[in-house]
C-alpha cells in the first residue's frame, strides 16, 4: 500500500516516486583494479538481511540518488543522505 | 516564402465547446507561460537561489538542490530569458512549451488534490509559496501553492492531456469546471 | 411471533420506513436498519445455508464479524456477493437474495451433506479426490463448486467509479465507540489534526447499543452530543462508513470508505468507494472488543447469538430477537443482556451459567441455572427449545432464541499485520495487541478494558500520551461518570463438553470440534497447519469469531495455554475490499498516463494509425484511399522517401540538455567513443555501454556551445539513460561541474528525409543549409522563415539526405504543416515508424531489437567506436573480458532469402543448412526483418556465430512457432547505398 520515504530534499514521500537502484556499499573501482575488484563490483552481492544501504533515485522528485539505510526486514528507516553530498564527504575525509 | 506559425496549446483539444461559468472549484490553464528550467553549477547553488528569489516579475519554483523552474506569467520568454542568464553560475533552458501550466483554485481544492498527489498539502506543512516536484495523477509535476485555496501545477507537455482528464475526473465530486485563463 | 419490532426505542428513523426484497419476498423496514436488523424484525431469522453442509443459518453477530448472513446485493452489474447483513445499511429498494442454496433456501438439496458429514471432515478434498489428477479440472473441482460455496460474482463490467486518496494527520483513531470517540474528542479539543474513522455508518459503536447512562444522560444522549462537538471542529476529519483494513510501512494506514453503498440511485459523479492511504504521525486503535461464541452441540442453529448481538438489535435497532429468549454465559455479558430484554417486556426463559457461582445481579424472577451447559439444540429453521444439563441432570427448556457469551477478544488485527504476533493473557484470558512501538497504540476494549468507564478513559488517557509525543498536550479531558454498568469479566470455557450435535468452532467454514481433534491426530498440530487442514480461519471473515477459540480447543486438546498455541497471521485485509476500490480510476482510458507527441495533431490530420510505444501514442503509417493492408501503406511511403521525401515525427526521442566545463569529460567517460574533440556546430553517433560492456542505448550529441550540448537518446530508452546519467555524474563523479535536465517536452521534432529533403527544407528555413554551408553532421540554431528559431541537425536513419528539424512543441504542427506544404510539388509524404524501420533495415541501422542487452560494440559492427586509449569510461573495463571478445561471438550480418518470393521473420533461428533444429546446432537468431520494397523481396538483420566471416554462406532460417524454414544467404548487414552516396548529397 505504501512505505514512506523522507527525502532530505522534498521531504516524505511515497515509494512510487522512486526507483530502488540496489546496494550502495559496492563502489566503482578505479579502471586499473584488478578483475576481481571489478567483478565483484558489477555482479556479487552480499544480499544481507538487516541493515543495509541502498540507492533510491527521487525519480518524481528532486531526481537525486538517495542512499537510504534501512532495515529490509522492518522498513525501519535510519538515515536518508543524498549519494553525491555522502560521496563528497567520503572523498574529503 | 512567408509564414505565419500558428501556436497551439497541448490543451485545445481537451477544452472545447462552450465554456461554462467557473464553479468555486476551478482549473484554469495558462495558455502562454514562461518557463524556465535553472541549473545551478557547482558551488554556486546558493547564490543562484538567492538571485532567483530576488528576481523580478518570475516566480521560483523548487525541483532539487540545484534546479529550479522559473515561472512568469506577466513577461515575456526572451526578457526571462535575459534575466536569468545574467545569474552567474547558472544554465538555463527554455521549457514554456515543453510544460503546460495550469491553476486549480476553490473550497475543495485540497480534497481534489488528494486524490492526485501523496504529499501532505495542509496550509501549516505546505506554505504559501511552497513548491516541490512530485507525482500528480502518475506524472511529475511541480505543485506550488499560490494562494490559500489556489495551486500551481506545472507537468510535462506529453503528460497534460492524462493529468489534465485526471484532475477533471477527480474534481467531478466537487463541480470542478475547467477553462483558459485568457 | 418469534423475532419482532419493539412498539419503541433504538436509534432508528421510525418515521422513514424503507420498502426492501429479500430472495423476491417484499419486506418493511427503517431508516437506521441493517438489513439483518430489518430481517429480524420481519421475523426472518434463517439467513442463510452453511459454506459445506447446508446447515440452516441465522445471524450470530450484529456486525462485521458475522460469519453466516452473507448474501448478494443488488442485480445485473451491480449484484454484490458475500455482503454480510449485519453491515448492509437498509435503503428503500434493496434487494437481497441468499446464497448457496438449491432451489431455495428453506428447501435447499444440499442440505444432504449434512446427512453424509462423516465422509466430509477436515482434509476430506485431500484425501477424497487425490486421483487420477486429470479429474479435478473437469470432475471434482466443478462439483465442489457447486456443491460448497460463497456467492457468484456478476460477470458484467462494473457500472460505478472508485477513486482513491491520500489523507494525512497528526492522530487517527480507529474506532468510533467510546474510546475512540473520547480520543478524538481530547485530540479534536487540543487542535491537532485528527481523522476518526469508524466501520459503521453511525459514530457511538457500542455506545448505540449501551443502556448505561454516560455522563448523567442515555449513552445515546452522551454519543450525540460528543459527535457534534468533533464535526464542528475543523482539525477533525469523520469518517464513517470506513474500514481501516490495514496497517503498513511508515504508519501508512489503508481505509476503504463505501461513499454510495447505502445509496438506491448513486450518483455518476461520486464514487461508490474510495481507498485511503492514511499518514498518520500517531495511531489509536480503538477498535473494541469481539464476544467469543460458546462452543455447544447444535451453536449454529438459527437464533442461536451472542449475547451481545442480541443487546444491540435490542436497544439499537429496537428488535427482539426472540418471544422467548435463553441465555448461555460464562461471564455477566449474559446477564446484562436478559436485564436489557426484560427491561423491554421480552421474555426471558432462563440463564444457564457456566460458572459455578457470580456475583452478577440477578433480575426479579429469573431463572439461574449455574453450573450448567447447553448440549444441544432443538428446531431446524429456527432454535425451538434446547437441552441443559446439569450435574448429570437433563432438561429442556423452550425458547426461540438463546443469546451466548463466551468472553470477550480485543480486535488487535491491524496491529498484528505487520510481523508483531498477539500476546496471551492469562488474566484477561485474551489475547491483547503486541506493542509495536509508541506511534500505535491500542485502547479501550481492544487494549484489554473491559467496562464502559474504563473504555472512556483510556480513550482519553491513550489521546492524552499521543498529544505529549507530539508536544501538542493542553489541559486534560474529563471522563464522565457512568451508572447502571455490570461487571464484564468472565471464567474461560474453550468448548462445551457433552454435545449432541456438531459443536462449531468457525460458522463460515463449517469447522466443527471433531474436525480439530483429526487435525491434531493427523499430525497438522501446528495452528498454522491446524488452518490449513481443517479450514478453520479462512475465506471472507478470516476467522474473527473462531480463531481464538480454535486456539484454546487445541490447547486444550494438547494439554498446553493457548499462549503455546498462538494465533495463525494477521495480514491485511481486515474485511474484504473490492477490486473496484483497489483500482480506483485505473481502468479502461485511465489505466496508464497517455504520452502524445506535439505532431499528434499533424498525424491525425494526415490520417495516421496510431501504436502505443511504452506511454507513447506514435504515428505507425498514414494510409491512403485505396490501400487495403497496411504493408501497402509502408511500402509507399518508404519508396516515396527514397525517391521524392517522407517527413516523420521523432519527437519521441529522448533529448537532454547538457552543461558545463565538465560536460566534456563526463559525456567522454559516458560514451564508449570520444568527445572531448567534438566541434561545436557538429552531431556525433555515440554508444553507450553499461558497466558490463554491454551495449545500452545509443543517440547522437550535439555540441551547440563550448558548454553546452543536447543529446538525443532511443524513444525506449529516454528515461533509462536519463537516470543512468544523473546516477554516474551523482555517485561516481560528483566533482566534475556538469549539469543536465530533459528537455523532452519541449521540442517538436521531425525528420525531412529524401532526395528532395533540402530542396524542401530551405523553403522553411532562412539560413544556407547548402552541403558546403550544412554538411552531414551538422548541428545548430537556425531561423525560420516565420522567424521563429529551431534547431536543425543533419542527421539521418534512413541513409537518405536527412534533416532533424526541432522547433518549440506548440509550432510543431504549424512547422510540420509548412513543410508538407513546401513540399507538396516534390512528392513529400508523412511516413510512420513502421517505414521508419524498413528504412533503417535497409541502411543496416540497429535498434533495440539488435541492441537487446546481449550485444557489444564489435557484435554489432561498432568496434571501431570503442576509444580504448580513453583511461575509462562506462564499461570499458568488463568489455575486455575473454567472454566478450571471443571470435565465435554473435556478429550482426544481413540475410535475404536465396528464393526471392519467401518471407523471413524476426524470431527465427539460424541454423547451418541441412543441419536438425536443436540448441547445439543453434548459429543465432534473425533480429529484424521487414519486406523491403526498394529490394522488392524480403530481407533481414541477425546475430550469427562468427558472422561477419561468413558472407556469402547459405543458413537455414529456422521458424520453428510459426513452421517455416527459409534457406537465406548471409549478406552485409547495409542492402541500400553501401557508400553513403545518398547521404551526402
Ligand atoms: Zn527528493
Not at chain 3, 445485473?76 to 447483513?85: L, V, W
Amino acid at each position: 500500500m505504501a512505505s514512506l520515504i523522507t527525502c532530505p530534499h522534498c521531504g516524505t514521500r511515497p515509494k512510487e516516486e522512486f526507483s530502488i537502484r540496489g546496494a550502495a556499499a559496492p563502489k566503482r573501482p578505479s579502471p586499473t583494479a584488478k578483475d576481481e575488484a571489478w567483478h565483484r563490483y558489477v555482479y556479487v552481492r552480499d544480499n544481507p538481511k538487516g541493515r543495509i544501504l541502498e540507492y533510491w533515485h527521487h525519480v518524481a522528485g528532486c531526481r537525486r540518488f538517495l542512499v537510504v539505510e534501512r532495515d529490509n526486514l522492518t522498513h525501519e528507516v535510519f538515515g536518508v543522505t543524498d549519494a553525491a553530498e555522502l560521496e563528497r564527504a567520503g572523498a574529503d575525509e | 516564402m512567408s509564414i505565419n506559425l500558428l501556436h497551439r496549446h497541448v490543451l485545445e483539444d481537451h477544452i472545447s465547446g462552450f465554456e461554462t461559468d467557473p464553479n468555486p472549484n476551478h482549473l484554469s490553464v495558462i495558455r502562454r507561460p514562461v518557463i524556465f528550467s535553472v541549473l545551478a553549477h557547482a558551488g554556486q547553488e546558493t547564490a543562484v537561489a538567492e538571485a532567483l528569489w530576488n528576481a523580478e516579475d518570475v516566480a521560483p519554483r523548487f525541483c532539487g538542490p540545484s534546479e529550479w523552474l522559473a515561472v512568469s506569467r506577466t513577461v515575456g520568454a526572451e526578457t526571462v530569458a535575459g534575466m536569468l542568464s545574467a545569474i552567474a553560475g547558472a544554465s538555463v533552458v527554455d521549457q514554456s512549451d515543453g510544460r503546460a501550466l495550469m491553476e486549480i483554485s476553490g473550497p475543495s481544492v485540497r480534497k481534489i488534490l488528494g486524490r492526485c498527489v501523496a504529499v501532505d498539502l495542509h496550509p501549516e506543512v505546505f506554505e504559501q509559496g511552497h513548491s516541490a516536484a512530485m507525482l500528480c495523477c502518475h506524472a511529475t509535476a511541480n505543485v506550488a501553492r499560490t494562494g490559500a485555496d489556489t495551486f500551481e501545477i506545472i507537468v510535462p507537455r506529453s503528460f497534460a492531456g492524462s493529468v489534465f482528464e485526471e484532475l477533471m475526473e477527480m474534481g467531478r465530486e466537487h463541480g470542478l469546471t475547467r477553462g483558459f485563463a485568457d | 411471533m418469534t423475532s419482532y419490532r419493539l412498539g419503541s426505542g433504538g436509534a432508528i428513523n421510525r418515521g422513514q420506513s424503507l420498502t426492501f426484497t429479500f430472495d423476491g419476498r417484499s419486506y418493511k423496514g427503517f431508516d437506521g436498519d441493517t438489513l439483518a436488523s430489518a430481517l429480524l424484525a420481519n421475523d426472518q431469522m434463517l439467513m442463510a445455508r452453511s459454506f459445506k453442509y447446508h446447515r440452516p443459518r441465522g445471524v450470530v453477530t450484529a456486525g462485521s464479524a458475522e460469519p453466516n448472513a452473507l448474501m448478494t446485493i443488488g442485480s445485473g452489474a451491480r449484484a454484490e456477493p458475500n455482503a454480510r447483513a449485519t453491515t448492509v445499511e437498509l435503503y428503500n429498494g434493496l434487494a437481497a437474495a441468499s446464497q448457496n442454496r438449491w432451489p431455495s433456501l428453506k428447501h435447499d438439496f444440499g442440505a444432504v451433506n449434512d446427512l453424509f458429514s462423516p465422509f466430509l471432515g477436515a482434509g476430506f478434498y485431500y484425501k477424497t479426490f487425490m486421483w487420477p489428477g486429470v479429474l479435478w479440472e473437469k470432475l471434482y473441482e466443478p462439483l465442489i463448486r457447486r456443491a460448497a460455496g460463497l456467492g457468484k460474482a456478476t460477470m458484467q463490467a462494473d457500472p460505478d467509479r472508485y477513486e482513491k486518496s491520500w489523507a494525512h494527520c497528526d492522530l487517527l483513531v480507529i474506532g468510533a465507540g467510546p474510546t475512540g470517540l473520547m480520543a478524538a474528542l481530547a485530540a479534536g479539543r487540543a487542535g491537532v489534526r485528527v481523522i476518526l474513522a469508524d466501520e459503521g455508518f453511525r459514530f457511538g459503536g457500542s455506545l448505540l447499543s449501551e443502556s448505561a447512562a454516560v455522563g448523567g444522560r442515555p449513552a445515546a444522549e452522551f454519543t450525540a452530543d460528543v459527535v457534534e462537538e468533533l464535526a464542528s471542529l475543523s482539525n477533525v476529519t469523520l469518517m464513517p462508513r470506513t474500514t481501516v483494513f490495514g496497517w503498513y510501512d511508515d504508519m501508512v494506514f489503508g481505509a476503504v470508505e463505501r461513499v454510495q453503498k447505502h445509496v438506491a440511485s448513486p450518483s455518476p459523479d461520486l464514487p461508490m468507494e474510495r481507498l485511503w492511504r492514511i499518514v498518520a504521525k500517531r495511531a489509536i486503535l480503538a477498535t473494541g472488543a469481539e464476544e467469543r461464541p460458546l462452543v455447544f452441540g447444535g451453536n449454529d442453529k438459527p437464533g442461536v447469538m451472542t449475547a451481545g448481538a442480541a443487546r444491540t438489535y435490542l436497544n439499537r435497532y429496537g428488535v427482539a430477537v426472540g418471544g422467548k429468549v435463553a441465555v448461555f454465559t460464562n461471564g455477566g455479558s449474559g446477564y446484562r443482556t436478559a436485564a436489557d430484554l426484560l427491561a423491554k417486556g421480552v421474555d426471558v426463559t432462563a440463564i444457564i451459567d457456566a460458572r459455578p457461582q457470580s456475583a452478577d445481579p440477578v433480575p426479579d424472577g429469573l431463572r439461574i441455572i449455574r453450573n450448567g451447559s447447553v448440549i444441544a439444540t432443538k428446531g431446524r429453521h429456527r432454535i425451538e427449545g434446547l437441552i441443559a444439563e446439569r450435574s448429570g441432570f437433563e432438561e429442556v427448556i423452550g425458547c426461540d432464541a438463546l443469546a451466548m457469551s463466551g468472553g470477550w477478544s480485543p480486535i488487535v488485527h491491524l496491529m498484528c499485520q505487520r510481523g508483531a504476533k498477539p500476546v496471551w493473557s492469562d488474566e484477561k484470558q485474551a489475547f491483547l495487541a503486541p506493542d509495536v512501538g509508541g506511534a500505535f497504540v491500542a485502547a479501550g476494549a481492544a487494549a484489554g478494558q473491559t467496562s464502559l468507564g474504563e473504555c472512556l478513559t483510556d480513550g482519553a488517557a491513550k489521546a492524552h500520551a499521543a498529544l505529549e509525543a507530539l508536544g501538542r498536550l493542553v489541559g486534560s479531558l474529563e471522563t464522565p461518570e457512568v451508572e447502571g454498568e455490570y461487571d464484564p469479566s468472565f471464567a474461560p470455557l474453550w468448548y462445551v463438553p457433552g454435545a449432541r450435535d456438531k459443536a462449531f468452532v468457525d460458522f463460515q467454514n463449517d469447522v466443527h470440534v471433531g474436525d480439530l481433534g483429526l487435525a491434531q491426530r493427523e499430525g497438522f498440530r501446528h495452528i498454522e497447519h491446524t488452518k490449513r487442514y481443517t479450514t478453520a480461519g479462512m475465506a471472507t471473515d478470516q476467522g474473527k469469531l473462531g480463531n481464538v477459540n480454535t486456539a484454546g480447543i487445541v490447547a486444550g486438546m494438547r494439554g498446553v495455554s493457548p499462549a503455546e498455541i498462538g494465533t495463525t497471521t494477521f495480514r491485511p485485509f481486515y474485511t474484504p475490499v473490492s477490486f473496484g476500490a483497489l483500482a480506483g480510476t485505473a481502468r479502461a482510458e485511465h489505466a496508464a498516463p497517455v504520452r502524445t507527441s506535439p505532431l499528434h495533431g499533424w498525424a491525425r490530420k494526415n490520417g495516421a494509425t496510431f501504436v502505443e510505444s511504452g506511454l507513447w501514442y506514435r504515428s505507425a503509417w498514414f494510409p491512403r484511399e485505396g490501400e487495403k493492408t497496411w504493408r501497402e501503406s509502408v511500402d509507399r511511403e518508404v519508396l516515396n522517401v527514397r525517391t521524392h521525401a517522407g517527413l516523420c515525427d521523432v519527437s519521441t526521442l529522448g533529448k537532454i540538455e547538457i552543461f558545463g566545463p565538465g560536460a566534456a569529460e563526463f559525456l567522454d567517460r559516458i560514451y564508449s567513443n570520444s568527445f572531448l574533440k567534438l566541434p561545436v556546430g557538429r552531431a556525433r553517433y555515440g554508444l553507450m555501454l553499461r558497466e558490463d560492456g554491454i551495449v545500452f542505448d545509443d543517440g547522437t550529441v550535439s555540441r551547440l556551445s563550448e558548454n553546452q550540448y543536447v543529446m538525443t537518446t532511443t524513444t525506449a530508452f529516454a528515461a533509462e539513460v536519463l537516470a543512468h546519467l544523473e546516477f554516474s555524474a551523482q555517485t561516481f563523479w560528483p566533482e566534475l561541474d556538469v549539469r543536465f535536465v530533459s528537455s523532452t517536452d519541449q521540442w517538436a521534432q521531425m525528420s525531412l528525409a529524401g532526395p528532395k529533403a533540402r530542396i524542401i527544407m530551405s523553403r522553411v528555413v532562412q539560413d544556407d543549409i547548402s552541403d558546403a554551408a550544412f554538411p552531414y553532421l551538422a548541428a545548430r540554431e537556425v531561423t525560420l522563415r516565420s522567424g521563429l528559431k529551431a534547431r536543425l541537425f543533419r542527421i539521418s536513419f534512413s541513409g537518405e539526405l536527412a534533416y532533424e528539424l526541432a522547433v518549440p512543441a506548440g509550432y510543431g504542427e504549424a512547422v510540420a504543416d509548412a513543410i508538407m506544404n513546401a513540399g507538396r510539388e516534390e512528392g513529400i509524404c508523412a511516413y510512420g515508424v513502421e517505414a521508419l524501420n524498413v528504412l533503417r533495415v535497409e541502411k543496416g541501422h540497429v535498434t533495440h531489437s539488435e541492441l537487446d542487452g546481449r550485444t557489444t560494440a564489435d557484435d554489432v559492427g561498432f568496434g571501431r567506436m570503442m576509444a580504448m586509449q580513453k583511461p575509462d569510461f562506462i564499461g570499458k573495463r568488463l568489455s575486455m573480458r575473454f567472454g566478450l571478445t571471443a571470435a565465435d561471438r554473435l556478429q550482426l550480418v544481413g540475410l535475404k532469402p536465396v528464393e526471392a518470393d519467401k518471407e523471413i521473420k524476426a524470431g527465427a533461428h539460424l541454423l547451418k543448412d541441412g543441419a536438425k533444429p536443436s540448441l547445439a546446432n543453434d548459429q543465432g537468431f534473425v533480429s529484424s526483418a521487414c519486406f523491403s520494397p526498394t529490394l522488392g523481396h524480403f530481407i533481414a538483420l541477425g546475430m550469427l556465430k562468427s558472422g561477419r566471416e561468413r558472407i556469402g554462406e547459405r543458413v537455414m532460417v529456422w521458424d520453428g512457432l510459426r513452421g517455416s524454414e527459409v534457406l537465406s544467404e548471409v549478406c552485409p548487414p547495409v542492402f541500400v547505398d553501401p557508400e553513403n552516396s545518398k547521404l551526402h548529397l
